[in-house]
């Protein structure tokens, strides 16, 4: 019975700790892939803050976008830091609004270059 407690509140604590597991998509062209990885949640509130990771490539730039009907609302300059192949902290991202944003990631990989968009829902 003991046993069956502690399991259910690791499985509780694991499930509102925020986006444990990467989020990550790919290219069809190139097979590169994009991922981030943060341990809270982000909000409109707070400075958000995540790892980045990318596959076989080069890193050319990561910013935050949301479409909003005809016009799109982007952040400021975000800080992007490496810190091992292909591995980025990236710090300064501001959410200002509620919704579906993207974090664009442009990397470049030998004469292609390539943009891809990581989905993120800010709730609150």
Not at 20 to 46: E, G, L, M
Not at 47 to 69: C, H, Y
Request: aromatic content about 8%.
């Amino acid at each position: 019975m003991k046993l069956i407690l502690v399991l259910l509140c690791v499985v509780f604590s694991l499930s509102v700790m925020g986006d444990i597991n990467p989020v990550k998509t790919c290219s069809q062209t190139t097979k590169v892939c994009a991922a981030y990885q943060t341990d809270v949640d982000f909000t409109t509130t707070q400075e958000g803050r995540f790892r980045l990771s990318l596959s076989e490539a080069n890193l050319l730039k990561v910013d935050l976008w949301m479409q909003m009907g005809q016009h799109g609302h982007g952040s400021s300059p975000l800080k992007v830091t490496p810190v091992a192949p292909g591995e980025f902290d990236v710090t300064k991202a501001f959410f200002v609004m509620r919704g579906a944003w993207q974090i664009r990631v442009t990397y470049k990989l030998g004469s292609v270059e390539e943009t891809l968009i990581i989905p993120v829902m800010i709730k609150k």
